[in-house]
């Protein structure tokens, strides 16, 4: 994750070192030009030794998910892709029917085994295609934003702007972990910040929410109330996998624990709050064990 001076998120993504001072990295989606002229901004100002490439005119991802992924990608690379010699985690370098350069990222952002692969722009068809047609017999089929919303959504992945605003920082969404608080302060963006915030109080804190007694779920930007504005829904969806209303909202801290009942304030609902619980996340396979399947 990649932060401000303020600590709050800015942007999140992967890096990878393909070879001494040679690193790929990704950014969020349509994020890549700001994230850039962030490095850009440091290696100016900072002296971070950098030379960036932004490459993502010249390539394409194709995520390739689910229980038989890995099935279907073994039709179209000739080369040892089991658990043991390609982990959860990992990154590797394939030649894809015997002539396509692709990168590979053994991620899960849906929460099922899942594979990105990174492949130059001119191919993409040519293996879109080639996965298309050997993932047939396994019942393969295309899926989109909103489908991929309410998955990542049940494991409790966020998206930059969605569940976090200008203010949030890594603690507020529970990403504290990522800070290196053995780096010196001065060689970190954010954190003298991150120090001040880390037990601030009445900050929003990002939490999952089941919904009471309806399996309709609330809009997204609802509010949450009780004798005034405590926070808002980031997105609520009903899961088809968990057979009920869920979502993730962010409210101030007083409300964040396990167990707490919020209400939540609807346009249109002629006064008639609607209630929730929050509860732990992530919604579903909480252990990860089908993303490292």
């Given at each position: 994750a990649m932060?401000?001076?303020?600590?709050?998120?800015?942007?999140?993504?992967?890096?990878?070192?393909?070879?001494e001072n040679d690193y790929y990295f990704t950014t969020s989606t349509a994020r890549a030009g700001i994230t850039v002229e962030w490095i850009r901004y440091h290696t100016r100002y900072d002296g971070w030794d950098f030379n960036l490439v932004n490459l993502t005119d010249a390539f394409g991802v194709i995520n390739l998910a689910?229980?038989?992924?890995?099935?279907?990608?073994?039709?179209?690379?000739?080369?040892?892709?089991?658990?043991?010699?390609?982990?959860?985690?990992?990154y590797q370098e394939f030649t894809a029917l015997d002539t396509i350069p692709v990168r590979i990222m053994r991620l899960g952002f849906v929460g099922e085994l899942s594979y990105e692969l990174h492949v130059p722009g001119s191919w993409m068809e040519t293996l879109w295609d080639a996965l298309s047609e050997a993932g047939k017999p396994f019942g393969i089929a295309n899926f989109g934003l909103e489908t991929q919303n309410v998955l990542r959504m049940e494991k409790g992945h966020l998206i930059i702007g969605s569940e976090s605003e200008q203010r949030t920082t890594l603690h507020?969404?529970?990403?504290?972990?990522l800070w290196d608080r053995n780096k010196p302060a001065v060689d970190t963006v954010g954190a003298v910040a991150l120090q001040q915030t880390e037990n601030q109080e009445k900050r929003l804190k990002l939490v999952g929410f089941k919904m009471k007694n309806t399996r309709t779920p609330p809009k997204d930007g609802s509010i949450v109330v009780d004798d005034r504005i405590r926070g808002h829904v980031c997105i609520a969806r009903y899961s088809h996998t968990l057979q009920e209303a869920?979502?993730?909202?962010?409210?101030e801290d007083p409300l964040h624990a396990v167990g707490t009942e919020i209400s939540i304030y609807e346009?249109?609902?002629?006064?008639?709050?609607?209630?929730?619980?929050?509860?732990p996340m992530p919604f579903y396979d909480p252990k990860g064990e089908r993303l490292r399947s």
């Amino acid at each position: 994750a990649m932060c401000n001076e303020d600590g709050c998120i800015i942007d999140d993504g992967v890096v990878v070192q393909r070879g001494e001072n040679d690193y790929y990295f990704t950014t969020s989606t349509a994020r890549a030009g700001i994230t850039v002229e962030w490095i850009r901004y440091h290696t100016r100002y900072d002296g971070w030794d950098f030379n960036l490439v932004n490459l993502t005119d010249a390539f394409g991802v194709i995520n390739l998910a689910g229980p038989k992924a890995r099935e279907v990608l073994s039709e179209v690379i000739d080369a040892d892709i089991s658990n043991a010699a390609f982990p959860f985690a990992a990154y590797q370098e394939f030649t894809a029917l015997d002539t396509i350069p692709v990168r590979i990222m053994r991620l899960g952002f849906v929460g099922e085994l899942s594979y990105e692969l990174h492949v130059p722009g001119s191919w993409m068809e040519t293996l879109w295609d080639a996965l298309s047609e050997a993932g047939k017999p396994f019942g393969i089929a295309n899926f989109g934003l909103e489908t991929q919303n309410v998955l990542r959504m049940e494991k409790g992945h966020l998206i930059i702007g969605s569940e976090s605003e200008q203010r949030t920082t890594l603690h507020d969404v529970g990403l504290g972990g990522l800070w290196d608080r053995n780096k010196p302060a001065v060689d970190t963006v954010g954190a003298v910040a991150l120090q001040q915030t880390e037990n601030q109080e009445k900050r929003l804190k990002l939490v999952g929410f089941k919904m009471k007694n309806t399996r309709t779920p609330p809009k997204d930007g609802s509010i949450v109330v009780d004798d005034r504005i405590r926070g808002h829904v980031c997105i609520a969806r009903y899961s088809h996998t968990l057979q009920e209303a869920v979502g993730m909202a962010l409210v101030e801290d007083p409300l964040h624990a396990v167990g707490t009942e919020i209400s939540i304030y609807e346009d249109e609902c002629q006064g008639q709050l609607v209630s929730a619980t929050v509860v732990p996340m992530p919604f579903y396979d909480p252990k990860g064990e089908r993303l490292r399947s």
